[in-house]
């Protein structure tokens, strides 16, 4: 049975004992109730900022948002948000409030959350309750507090964070709720992209991802516009049942939750509308397609401030899905050394979703699967796949003649034909070779 931290309870006692009320809320409680061990713990209290810094002066205290009523409370190493019972003002910047009041109702500070799930306390009775979270949470639903349009309005994150609760508990949406977020969705133009990057990628991650994404084309669309063209589009290809859009998210169904492989199976198809034509026939191509995906994604990299390596994996997944990968010890092993081992089986599970998501019922191309056991077979053998493993290097080249650009050029050529075999991996064959 799922139990309280104690580390939390002891901050909670202490506040107590000081005269406070003090209540366990948010996503903690969302978990307990859910059968699952609660990893962040936050906490509502009655106590001013300075009363908590009094009450828990025994515990180290950081002041991470006084302004606002928050203190974090280091517990024996946990940390514990503790924020004063709150109402606020109007939101004239759609994203903060403009005025935060003290007060001290724990109904009053729910009342401000954005969904029900997310307005539940629980103190020293139990469950509290006002808005009926608990029904919601076991009817894996997602509903606004009060009027949706309203929690929206307020904060325009609200809306990107429903639709990722929603994929990442596998929950529906209210209808209430969808309907807002479909009719408010221009608003997340005032939120920073920083934070939608964040909050899509976690989106994305979540195993009710797919479903969120089919059902909202049109908040998808306004986090990355370059989707746009591709809902609805009509492949006329007799190897494709649905239109771009629908295959980009029966892709990303397929692959496991890791961001760039996520990413770049909603993404790895986004240039086809750009390069359709039709042959005399009427049946539909795409010539050219992972490249012009590759360079949007570029820009869409980009636009959701993704990490460095992030953004090189997606552009490079995206831009290499279509690579003829045959199972041979040339193909494999060439592969193999120009993509590093972790990247060569990401790539091949991208392009098993993509083969995978094209018809019903179809089913994964059976020569990946016969690449994959190859890979794995050559890689218990040791290859020699970067230059350090090479029985040359660049004093042999030297001593050969070579010098300069001349040298990389030459030994990356042998690394190319040892990894393929057509060259064993031993010093006296590759030396007389330096210079072909």
Wanted: charged share 25%; aromatic share 6%; net charge negative.
């Amino acid at each position: 049975m799922i139990q309280w931290d104690p580390r939390a309870l002891e901050v909670l006692a202490r506040l107590r004992a000081a005269g406070h009320q003090a209540v366990l809320v948010g996503g903690c409680v969302r978990d307990f109730l859910r059968g699952k061990a609660p990893h962040d713990y936050d906490a509502a209290t009655s106590a001013r900022p300075e009363e908590i810094l009094a009450a828990c002066a025994a515990l180290p205290c950081v002041p991470t948002g006084l302004r606002h009523g928050t203190v974090t409370v280091l517990s024996q190493g946990l940390a514990v948000e503790v924020t004063a019972f709150r109402r606020e003002g109007t939101y004239s910047d759609g994203r903060h409030p403009d005025q935060v009041s003290f007060t001290d109702s724990l109904e009053e500070d729910m009342a401000r959350r954005d969904f029900t799930i997310n307005a539940m306390a629980w103190d020293e009775g139990g469950l509290v309750d006002r808005f009926g979270g608990r029904a919601d949470l076991e009817a894996g639903l997602i509903r606004c507090v009060g009027e949706p349009e309203r929690r929206f309005q307020e904060d325009a994150l609200r809306i990107l964070r429903g639709l990722r609760l929603a994929a990442q508990l596998d929950f529906a949406i209210h209808p209430d709720t969808a309907r807002a977020i479909r009719t408010e969705t221009p608003r997340l133009s005032l939120v920073a992209r920083e934070r939608i990057g964040g909050e899509f990628l976690r989106l994305l991650l979540g195993p009710g991802a797919g479903r969120v994404l089919l059902d909202f084309p049109q908040t998808v669309c306004e986090i990355v516009p370059q989707l746009a063209p591709t809902v609805g589009f009509d492949q006329k290809n007799p190897h494709h049942a649905w239109d771009v859009y629908t295959h980009l998210v029966k892709t990303v169904e397929k692959v496991p939750p890791e961001p760039a492989l996520r990413l770049a199976a909603l993404l790895h198809d986004v240039g086809k509308p750009a390069v359709f034509s039709l042959d005399e026939t009427d049946t539909g191509h795409f010539y050219g397609h992972a490249e012009a995906s590759a360079r949007l994604c570029e820009d869409i990299a980009q636009s959701l401030r993704l990490d460095r390596a992030t953004r090189e994996q997606v552009v490079t997944l995206v831009q290499r899905h279509h690579l003829p990968l045959q199972p041979t010890q040339a193909c494999v092993g060439r592969w193999l050394r120009r993509l590093g081992p972790e990247f060569f089986f990401q790539l091949l599970t991208l392009m098993k979703a993509d083969g995978a998501s094209c018809l019903p019922g179809q089913s994964p191309r059976e020569e990946l699967d016969q690449t994959a056991d190859l890979a794995r077979t050559l890689l218990a053998q040791a290859p020699c796949l970067t230059l350090k493993d090479l029985a040359v290097n660049g004093r042999d080249a030297l001593a050969a003649g070579l010098s300069g650009p001349a040298i990389g050029r030459a030994l990356n050529r042998l690394l190319d034909q040892v990894a393929e075999g057509t060259l064993p991996n031993e010093r006296e064959v590759l030396l007389k070779h330096l210079t072909d």
